[in-house]
Each structure stands twice: as structure tokens, then as C-alpha cells.
């Protein structure tokens, strides 16, 4: 019997334009990830077990799905498991069921020492997500922003990737405690705002990003009854710095895009820092049981990175559980 190990990661990310009303989305990744670890053992038939660290009762079938597509398409059949380890909140609006979908599919082939085109491997997870349920539109923007990094701008019914550029800003996120599934989100209230939607498309495609993505979630903000409030306070407070802020996918996240300190003098960047401190403060206030997270976009290719983690995890005999989110070369 042999007994075969893969890893993989790949990216959360925030909304531009979430997809769901007019079926065109755009996303950009984060640099917060996710892992997992796959094993596999010789078996006649297939059988896949997931879990999810520290998470027992999250629901597993996406990434059990995953790991069987794999399977199924290179024939062969084994016994496999499958652990994600997380820094990103799941259904909070910043892609964590993408980012467990790619990471799933890199570490599966990695253990069985195959490859596929990078959009075949897209693809297979917006597949596996539409047959978890755990998606309305497949989510295509989502799952291209979390593997090729950066800003994509997609059509989700034709699964056609429209345009990527790099992406660099720092990334404010407040994620409140309550939890919004896609699956659950409300459609039709999002399909009433389809024409609003459109345009805000129309201005992503233009590569006015941040413009986009405020009108973008003060629409989403108003169709599926969310207070805007968290979004306003932070454009309040940066204005100096033009941040940009919005209703992240189905909520209830709200991401802002703040300039990069390298952009900035001295001066600029202790002013920056007290936006900062002020816009968490008034996030707190609003949500008390929140988290809030300081990351930045990221502009990396998630098989790049994966290569880069499987080496890591592989070389030091290392085990996922007891990964603490940190490796180097
Ligand atoms: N770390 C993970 N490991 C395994 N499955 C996960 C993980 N994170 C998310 N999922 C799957 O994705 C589902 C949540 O998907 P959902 O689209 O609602 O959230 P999201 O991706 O965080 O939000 P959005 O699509 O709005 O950005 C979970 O129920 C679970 O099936
Ligand atoms: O489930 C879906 O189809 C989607 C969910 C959200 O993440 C959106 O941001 C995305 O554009 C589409």
C-alpha cells in the first residue's frame, strides 16, 4: 500500500462587484490563506473524508468534492482525507469557500504528483461549489481572485476571466460576527438592482476599481439590508487618503482599500496610521464582537505559492495541525 501526501494554498479576497445580480463579478485577493493537506491511500473504490481545523461542525462536502473530482479525472481510485487550516472567516463575504476549493485542488494533485492548466483547476472548484450548494452564481471572480491574485474581473455564466491587473493597497477588513452563506443570500432583492449593478460593472471594466466597489456595496448594502454605516466612517475618516470601502460579496464583511505606506512620506504615513487606529475604533464600537483584520491585496499566483508551502511542509516532515501560518524557503 503506498501512502501519499499533497499540500496546497490559496487566497481570501474582498468584492468589487459581487456577481449575483447581473452574473459579471469582480474580486481581488488578500493576503490571508488558507491550507490543506491531503492524504491518500491505495483503495479498489473511493472514499473522502474532510474536516476543517478547529471547526467540527463547518460543512466539509465542498472540499470532500474537491478531492474526489481530482480522483475521478486521473482514475484513481483511494482512500483520502482532507484537512483546511484557515485564516480567513468562512461565510463572511471574503472568499473562504474559494480559497478552500483551490487550496483542496492543488494539494490533491500535488499528492497524487499531477498537474492541470491553472484554469482547469478554477474551473473544477467553481464545479465542485455549484455541486456543494454552497454558491449562487459558481462564483468564477472569486475563484480566479484567490488563484491568480490580484483584481479579476469575470463573467461567471461564460466562466471567461475578462481582465487582471496587479492590485496594491493595504486592506482594512471588519468582519462582524454574524454569519451570511451565499447560498442563503436573498437573489431576487439582488436581482432588483441588476441596471445599478451593471454600471458599477461597467466602471470596474474601466479599471476605476475603488469607484466601483463603493457603488457596488452601497447597492448590495440597500438590496439585502445592510446598514452601510462601517463603510461610510471609513471613507470619512480616510478621505485625505481616498480610501475606498465596501460590502464584501454577501456580506456581512466590509473591506476598505487604503494606499500602500511606500506610496507615502513620513508624515503621511503617522496621519495614515491615526485614520487607521480611528476607523477600528469606530468598527469596534459598531461591532462590538468583531474581528478586524490589517492585511494587504496580494498579487501572487496561488500554484506558485503552494509549490513554495508544499516544499516547506514536505522537507521538514511537517503536519498541518501543527502549521502556525508562517514558512519560508
Ligand atoms: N476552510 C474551509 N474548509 C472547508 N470548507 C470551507 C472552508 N471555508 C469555507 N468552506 C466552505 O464554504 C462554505 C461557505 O461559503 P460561502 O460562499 O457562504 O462563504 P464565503 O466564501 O466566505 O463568502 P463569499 O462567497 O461571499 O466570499 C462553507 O459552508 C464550507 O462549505
Ligand atoms: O455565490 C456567488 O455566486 C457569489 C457570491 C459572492 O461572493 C459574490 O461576491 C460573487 O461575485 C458571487
Avoid at 476543517?52 to 473530482?69: F, G, H, M
Avoid at 478621505?239 to 506610496?263: I, N, R, Y
Wanted: charged share 20%; glycine share 8%; net charge negative.
Amino acid at each position: 500500500m503506498t501512502f501519499k501526501k499533497g499540500y496546497g494554498c490559496a487566497f481570501g479576497g474582498g468584492t468589487i462587484i459581487n456577481a449575483i445580480a447581473a452574473w459579471k463579478g469582480c474580486a481581488y485577493a488578500t493576503q490571508l490563506k488558507t491550507y490543506a493537506e491531503v492524504c491518500l491511500s491505495d483503495a479498489p473504490t473511493c472514499s473522502v473524508s474532510g474536516s476543517i481545523y478547529e471547526n467540527p461542525t463547518a460543512d466539509t462536502r465542498l472540499i470532500e468534492l474537491c478531492v474526489q473530482s481530482v480522483l475521478d479525472l486521473f482514475d484513481c481510485p483511494a482512500e483520502a482525507t482532507v484537512l483546511t487550516k484557515s485564516e480567513i472567516p468562512i461565510a463572511g463575504g471574503l472568499k473562504s469557500s474559494s480559497a478552500a476549493a483551490n487550496a483542496t485542488l492543488i494539494a490533491t494533485l500535488d499528492a497524487l504528483g499531477e498537474k492541470l492548466s491553472a484554469d482547469e483547476i478554477v474551473q473544477l472548484g467553481v464545479k465542485a461549489a455549484k455541486e456543494a450548494g454552497v454558491t449562487i452564481t459558481g462564483a468564477y471572480d472569486d475563484a480566479c481572485a484567490s488563484f491568480y491574485g490580484g483584481v479579476a474581473v469575470t463573467d461567471n455564466k461564460t466562466m471567461e476571466l475578462l481582465q487582471r491587473d496587479e492590485f496594491h493597497y493595504n486592506v482594512l477588513i471588519l468582519n462582524p460576527e454574524t454569519k451570511a452563506f451565499s447560498a442563503e443570500t436573498n437573489v431576487s432583492r439582488s436581482v432588483l438592482m441588476k441596471d445599478l449593478v451593471e454600471t458599477a460593472f461597467e466602471i470596474a471594466l474601466t479599471g476605476d476599481y475603488k469607484k466601483a466597489m463603493k457603488l457596488n456595496g452601497l447597492i448590495y448594502c440597500g438590496a439585502l439590508g445592510f446598514d452601510p454605516a462601517p463603510a461610510v466612517a471609513c471613507m470619512e475618516i480616510g478621505e485625505k487618503f481616498d480610501v475606498a470601502a465596501g460590502l464584501s460579496g454577501t456580506g456581512p464583511s466590509f473591506t476598505a482599500l487604503l494606499p500602500c505606506s511606500d506610496l507615502l512620506s513620513k508624515d503621511e504615513q503617522k496621519e495614515l496610521q491615526t485614520a487607521v487606529l480611528k476607523i477600528k475604533q469606530i468598527w469596534a464600537a459598531q461591532f462590538p464582537g468583531g474581528k478586524i483584520y490589517e492585511t494587504k491585496t496580494c498579487n501572487l499566483n496561488a500554484l506558485d505559492e503552494s509549490r513554495r508551502f508544499s516544499k516547506y511542509m514536505k522537507n521538514g516532515n511537517r503536519d498541518l495541525k501543527e502549521f502556525n501560518f508562517a514558512f519560508n524557503d
